[in-house]
């Protein structure tokens, strides 16, 4: 889902709060990368965010608020 039809479906919605729950399962237990290297020569990273005035890189410091 793009952010843009996210958002809309969030606003249409009257959505406040989203959970997200991450499903993936591996089932050859857990896989160690080291030493990865970009070599495409681009990131993702070095770009202004695609979506209104929306941050690069959202403050994740209180990601997890207790009740």
Known sequence: ???QAFL??????EIKTLIIIDRIKN???IIKIKG???RSGT???IAE????DRP????MS???KSK
Not at 49 to 52: A, D, E, G, S
Not at 56 to 59: A, G, K, L, R, Y
Request: hydrophobic fraction near 25%; charged fraction near 25%; charge should be positive.
């Open 1 to 3: 889902m793009s952010p």
């Open 8 to 13: 809309a479906h969030k606003k249409k919605q």
């Open 27 to 29: 089932h050859e237990g």
């Open 36 to 38: 990865h290297i970009n």
């Open 43 to 45: 990131s993702f990273l």
């Open 49 to 52: 965010t695609p979506h209104k």
């Open 56 to 59: 690069t890189f959202p403050d």
């Open 62 to 64: 209180k990601i997890y």
